[in-house]
């Protein structure tokens, strides 16, 4: 159901001279919901969640949010606030005064902000650390104090751009759960820009799929894992199979992806497949991923459970077939 509430984008275009970075890209944001934009390098992410924020003009198109026209709006009327990789905490203030500081902005009495930044510092666990300045705090910290200064304007919307890249993978784990906790207390939207696979497949409640310039699929993490519209949103997703058949391209996940060992008998429900030849595996502790390549040099993968692999393990060189339960085959756009 729509709700005024969501935030959509109208046919929304961004030139830089003549290179388009973003293509008349339409698309509804239902509010309330955890959203990744995900997309490789360069496809354009950055300049949509700048567009939505207010910090980058639109070329052609509209955005809206609560039932008006945003996209001429000055970021700090919008409804939207963004977090910045970078965090951007001025360097002599206070984390109190950093959180403060819109508030400052808007004439709100001193009184009011301190307190009122003093609940969002406690929301994000920072309350003991109000009065350092940002150089005394780890990057994690940083990142805490950015977040409860974009969350001190009380934005419908909240946009964050890569804010987990430049933290060490074991913060990355937790500042993402952090960041998920957040979201569903709050209850705001959302727009998370990573080109992350893994990040999005963890938090998302909706995955946008960016690829020059145009989204090229979007739905729940399962949908889009499970049912890639496109080689390329297969691949990019990672975990999938291309395969060619009868003249059509096919996603299959490479945890569906059997091996069947000649003079082995047959499989069960197993669709007799394609001629590989194994060419590496990898042991991954619960499964082993196993390396091919098939008909045209098609790199494939089978990543097999390792009492199986290991109950009847090939080794490269090993001539195989690669099989599949024909369900798990799922045809892509030509
Ligand atoms: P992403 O965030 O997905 O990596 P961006 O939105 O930053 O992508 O960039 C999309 C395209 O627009 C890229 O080709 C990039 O080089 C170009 N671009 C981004 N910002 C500018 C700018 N300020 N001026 C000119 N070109 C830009
Ligand atoms: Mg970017």
Not at 20 to 38: D, I, R, T, W
Not at 215 to 243: C, D, L, W, Y
Not at 278 to 287: A, D, I, K, M, P
Request: glycine share 10%; proline share 5%; net charge neutral.
């Amino acid at each position: 159901m729509r709700s005024l509430l969501d935030l959509e984008l109208v046919s929304v275009t961004k030139r830089y001279g003549d290179a388009v970075a973003v293509n008349a890209v339409s698309h509804l944001f239902p509010a309330g919901k955890y959203v990744c934009l995900l997309g490789p390098s360069g496809c354009g992410k950055s300049s949509t969640l700048r567009m939505i924020a207010g910090h980058e003009g639109v070329s052609d198109g509209a955005i809206l949010l609560d039932g008006r026209d945003i996209s001429h709006l000055p970021p700090a009327r919008r409804g939207t606030a963004m977090m910045f990789q970078s965090y951007a905490l001025f360097p002599h203030m206070t984390v109190l005064d950093n959180v403060a500081f819109s508030l400052k902005m808007k004439g709100t009495d001193r009184a009011t902000r301190h307190r009122r930044a003093g609940e969002l510092l406690e929301l994000v666990g920072m309350s003991h650390l109000a009065q350092r300045l940002p150089a005394q705090l780890s990057g994690g910290q940083q990142q805490r104090a950015a977040l409860a200064r974009a969350l001190i304007t009380d934005p419908q919307v909240l946009l964050l751009d890569e804010p987990l890249s430049a933290l060490d993978p074991f913060l990355r784990t937790r500042m993402r759960t952090e960041l998920k906790r957040l979201q569903r207390e709050l209850g705001i939207t959302f727009i998370h820009v990573t080109h992350g696979q893994d990040e999005a497949l963890a938090l998302a409640d909706q995955i946008v799929i960016m690829n020059n310039a145009v989204i090229e699929q979007a739905g729940t993490a399962r949908e889009v894992f499970n049912a890639p519209k496109s080689e390329f949103v297969a691949r990019f997703m990672g975990g999938h199979n291309v395969i060619a058949l009868g003249g059509r391209r096919h996603a299959l996940r490479a945890d569906r992806t059997r091996l069947v060992v000649p003079g082995a008998g047959a499989l069960p429900g197993i669709s007799d497949g394609i001629d590989a030849t194994v060419t590496s595996y990898e042991f991954l502790g619960t499964h082993v991923a196993v390396g091919l390549i098939g008909p045209g040099d098609a790199e494939l993968t089978a990543m097999l459970p390792e009492e199986s692999f290991f109950a009847a393990p090939v080794e490269p060189g090993h001539a195989v077939r690669v099989g599949w339960h024909d369900a798990d085959l799922h045809q892509l756009d030509a």
